[in-house]
């Protein structure tokens, strides 16, 4: 089952990714010489216009192959042969459709639940030290040690990375931000010990909306911290995770999910979840295409900005051979965490 619930989820990610591409390219007037859907020999395949859609055996992927878009044309409705916004808009539009599908489903999976989680602090445990260091009822937590706060995942993220229980906040108290220093919380056995709960808000409309983009901010910029923390060394190649490892993971959240008595699953509860992990790897995939890296968007991205700037393109060529150094990079990178994965679970 977590395979399937795993092929479901990447597969719904790419096919929207490409569909991007695949409708800022028709939009532009490009040629798509083909829209497949899946990898390997196609088991439907249909022509219309200059475009063959095709369903293809293994359920791993997909593609917008648009005419010279990695090699020059002469071709009228090539990708190379249109204005720069034009390639530009096509370039970034499966990370936009990633987005869009992200918020989507983040606001189905706040809409189903009884209420939202907000960050203003409703209760203190007794003689709690956050609050005789500074923080009291009321105060909406805006900003932790320089980083803004949109959800309580973003406080529990620079909550769990402090080493010392100290921290500078910043809270919005009667209207107003006020700024505190080293707010603290007492900790046991070097766990730290958060003494604090925040209030709920209902679920309406409005909230739904609100909350589903502070939660997308979220899940973006986490993307962001975790590679720079990688290119830090504070974390390895150990500790990142592919297809093998998320697969695991959803096994996890299934078993999370399943009663130890009867066997039974709450379908409910894993739908929930299956929803705000769906959200999170779309959007997450989406902000990692943008980064200025070969053989990703962000990377084609990058050539045309060049473009702009020089007032001349790249030589398709020498263009093509660092996004094809950079995939080898990556599929190399790829088997190396897949091996990495099957290690951890054996």
């Not at 094809?324 to 990495?340: D, K, Q, R, Y």
Request: glycine letters at 10%; a negative charge; one cysteine or more.
């Amino acid at each position: 089952m977590s395979i399937l619930f795993a092929i479901l989820i990447f597969e719904a990610i790419i096919i929207i990714h490409e569909l991007g591409h695949f409708i800022a390219a028709k939009a532009s007037g490009v040629k798509v010489n083909e829209f497949a859907i899946g990898m390997g020999p196609a088991i439907i395949k249909k022509k219309k216009g200059d475009t063959l859609y095709a369903w293809r055996v293994f359920p791993i992927g997909g593609y917008c192959a648009m005419e010279g878009e990695d090699n020059g044309s002469e071709d009228g409705g090539a990708f190379c042969n249109k204005s720069l916004p034009k390639r530009m808009l096509i370039v970034v539009a499966g990370v936009i459709m990633n987005l869009v599908l992200g918020y989507i489903t983040l606001c189905i999976s706040t809409a189903r639940s009884d209420g939202i989680a907000t960050t203003t602090i409703s209760w203190f445990e007794d003689n709690a030290m956050s609050q005789s260091t500074g923080l009291q009822i009321g105060d909406e937590i805006i900003e932790v040690n320089g980083m803004r706060i949109f959800t309580t995942m973003d406080m529990s993220y620079q909550f769990g990375n402090d080493e010392d229980g100290k921290f500078d906040m910043v809270v919005k108290r009667d209207g107003k931000k006020v700024e505190l220093k080293d707010v603290t919380f007492a900790t046991n056995d070097n766990t730290m010990h958060i003494d604090f709960k925040v209030a709920p808000k209902a679920v309406t409309v409005g909230s739904v909306i609100t909350q589903s983009f502070k939660q997308g901010c979220t899940d973006g910029r986490l993307i962001y911290i975790s590679f720079a923390d990688l290119i830090r060394g504070k974390y390895s190649i150990k500790d990142l995770s592919g297809p093998v490892g998320i697969v695991d993971t959803i096994d996890n959240v299934i078993d999370s999910e399943r009663d130890s008595q009867s066997g039974k699953i709450d379908w409910s509860s894993l739908i929930d979840t299956m929803l705000s992990l769906g959200a999170f790897m779309t959007i997450n995939i989406g902000i990692f295409n943008l980064l200025p890296l070969p053989a990703l968007d962000g990377g084609r991205l990058l050539f045309l900005i060049i473009e702009a700037v020089r007032r001349k393109p790249v030589k398709p060529e020498h263009e093509g051979m660092v996004h094809a150094i950079g995939m080898a990079a990556l599929l190399l990178l790829m088997v190396v965490v897949t091996v990495s994965d099957i290690i951890k679970l054996v």
